[in-house]
C-alpha cells in the first residue's frame, strides 16, 4: 500500500554503516572504530544520548555529495515500505552554514532529488528548518536561502527545538520571510510544549502542525484542528522514545476520534531504530488506518499541483471516501 512520509529529518536517516563511510571519506574521528560498535553506540537511550548521535552524525556530513546521498539513500529505504512521496527535514546550523554555505548544503540536498526519483521512484521535497535555540538573524538567512531553492523542490520551511524553552517570538521574522517567498510553514508544536505552543503555530500561519499531540489537553483546540482540516504528522516512536506519550496511551487515538487529520512518520528512523511500516503499524493499532494516514499525507503535501496529480489519490485507497 502507498505510503507518504511529510515528516522525516535527513540527518536522523543516516545508518551506522552510511555514516562510517562518510565520516572515513571526510576524515572525521569517530568514537566507534566499526559498523558494529557504531550501531550499538546509536542504540537510543535517553534524550541526552540522542542528541549526542545527532551532533557525532551532523558533523560528519560536509559536502554537497554527503546531503545529495542521504536523500537518495533514504529514499531507497522508504521506497521498500511503500513510500510514494517524502517531504523530508534538513536542519542546518550555523557553524555548518558558515563552513560549507548554505547554497551548498542546500544545492546538495536539492541534487539527490532528481535522482531519489530516477532511482527509486519516489519523490521528495524538502523543508528546510529552523532551531529555536538559533540566533535569529541565522534563520532569517536560511529563510532567504530556502526560498531561493523553491525552483529545485523546497517547499516549506520550518521551526524545531524545545518549545517550552524557546519562545517562538524572535524567529517568525523568518518563518514570514519564508511564507511571503512561497514556502509552506510546518513548525514543530505541541509536543514538548502544550495545547499554547499549537495555538502559537496556527497563528504564525502554520500550513501544518509537526506532532501537535499535545492538542488533546484541550477539547476546543481539537474541534478547531479538526474543523480546519489542519494536518498533524504525528510519529508514534519518536513519542514514545522521549518520552511524551506511550503506545499504551498515545494520544493518536485521541485525535484521530475527534476528527483531526494525522499524517503518519518516522521523524529520525535510525535513532529510533524504526521505519515507515513499523509507524504505519503502530498508527493502525492507535486507530489510524493506511488509508487515512495517507489521505492526511496527500492533504497535507506542500507540493504543487502538478506534482500531486502524480501520486495516488486517496480514494485509490479508500473508495469509500
Known sequence: MAKIELHVHLEGTVRPATLLEIARR???PLPAPDERALADLFAFRDLRHFAGVWNLTTSCLR???????IVVDYAGEAARHGAVYIEGIVTPEQSLADEVGLDRVLGGYCDGIAEAEETHGVIVRLTPEQCRGCDPAFGEALARAAVAHRERGVVGFGLSGVEDHFPDGPHLRAMWIAADGGLGLVPHAGEAAGPAAVRSALWMGAARIRHGIRAVEDPELLVELA??????????TSNVRLGYATFDHHPLRTLAAAGVACSISTD???LFDTDLSAEYAHAERLGVG???AYRAGYNGALCDPTTKSRLPEPAYLNPLR
Open 290 to 292: 493506511a488509508a487515512d
Open 63 to 69: 559536502t554537497a555529495d554527503d546531503f545529495r546521498r
Open 26 to 28: 571526510n576524515r572525521h
Open 268 to 270: 529520525d528512523p535510525a
Open 227 to 236: 474543523e480546519r482540516g489542519t494536518v498533524l504528522d504525528v510519529c508514534p
